[in-house]
């Protein structure tokens, strides 16, 4: 069953800015990764969903309720985590969070004061004094807090610490086990490669790919360093193993590749490897498949 339905959504700012013709679903208890560069049309495609925005043509569903004229119903069954998110500064962080509670009607707070201690969120201090991180954590919570059945998420660890954004990660794949649906929008591949089925790849507005998670992992292109015992065994290495070197420095070759590493390890087996490591990749690689030499930089 299709929770989110976008069929031809379309929104023209001009000079090729907005979204053309967007159709893709998002199926029950799916975690759904939206990837692209900044200025792709994630942001305005969420917009959408929302029910904040007008589309020039196409429509949008959630729940098989209209996201512009039934806006109402489904905010009931929503959690929605903007990119940048608007707090009144001067209340404390739990004053916000009762305030929240408050708009909507929730009596049962326990599910709130469990991810307020699963985030290690100080909800005593003065929003406006708060770190990016902790805001951040605040609108999670706000977010998750109802219990909701469908989670809209843009850019959701974006300032988060390693331990918080594990944590998040952890946080979605129980909300996927309790059969959630979820669209999350991200720069970050090892946060979709460890919560998402399928993603969906936009580039300037177009969707160009939507990848099962398996697939796109064979596309991800590692770097890896591997110490060597000598620089004769690094340098004969490199000469006869096939693969793209970057470099070679004395005991050390650098090299990248695409998919499983069988046919690495299978080489490697007449050498000694004293260590072996690997780079964190973005997802500038995977992009590069689909952009070209037209892909935007990626930040994360």
């Not at 509670?101 to 929730?106: F, V």
């Not at 300032?159 to 720069?187: C, R, V, W, Y």
């Amino acid at each position: 069953m299709s929770i989110i339905e976008i069929i031809g959504l379309t929104k023209d700012y001009g000079d090729h800015k907005g979204i053309f013709d967007l159709t893709f679903t998002v199926e029950e208890g799916e975690v759904f990764g939206y990837l692209g560069p900044n200025g792709a049309g994630k942001t305005t495609t969420i917009r959408h969903l929302m029910g904040f925005l007008n589309p020039d043509k196409g429509s949008s569903k959630i729940l098989g309720l209209d996201c512009r004229s039934e806006r109402a119903e489904i905010m009931k069954h929503l959690g929605y985590l903007p990119g940048e998110i608007a707090f009144f500064d001067g209340m404390s962080g739990m004053e916000f969070l009762n305030f929240m509670a408050e708009m909507r009607g929730l009596t049962d707070v326990s599910l709130r004061d469990k991810l307020v201690d699963l985030f290690e969120l100080d909800t005593k201090g003065k929003i406006r004094k708060m770190s990016k991180g902790m805001k951040q954590k605040l609108g999670i919570v706000c977010a998750f807090m109802h219990d909701p059945r469908v989670l809209i998420l843009d850019e959701p660890t974006s300032g988060l610490d390693p331990l918080m954004q594990k944590t998040f990660a952890n946080l979605i794949l129980e909300e996927k086990s309790k059969g959630k649906t979820i669209l999350m929008s991200s720069h970050s591949f090892e946060e979709v490669e460890r919560t998402c089925d399928r993603v969906g790849i936009i580039r300037q507005g177009e969707l160009v790919a939507i990848e099962d998670m398996h697939d796109l992992k064979q596309k991800r292109r590692r770097i890896y360093l591997l110490d060597f015992d000598n620089p004769d065994s690094a340098a004969k290495f490199a000469d006869s193993s096939g693969f793209d070197i970057i470099e070679v420095n004395e005991n050390t070759v650098k090299l990248s590749i695409l998919g499983n590493v069988t046919e690495l390890i299978k080489a490697l087996h007449e050498f000694t490897v004293l260590d072996l490591n690997t780079e964190t990749s973005s997802l500038e690689d995977i992009f590069m498949h689909y952009y070209g030499d037209d892909s935007q930089s990626i930040t994360n």
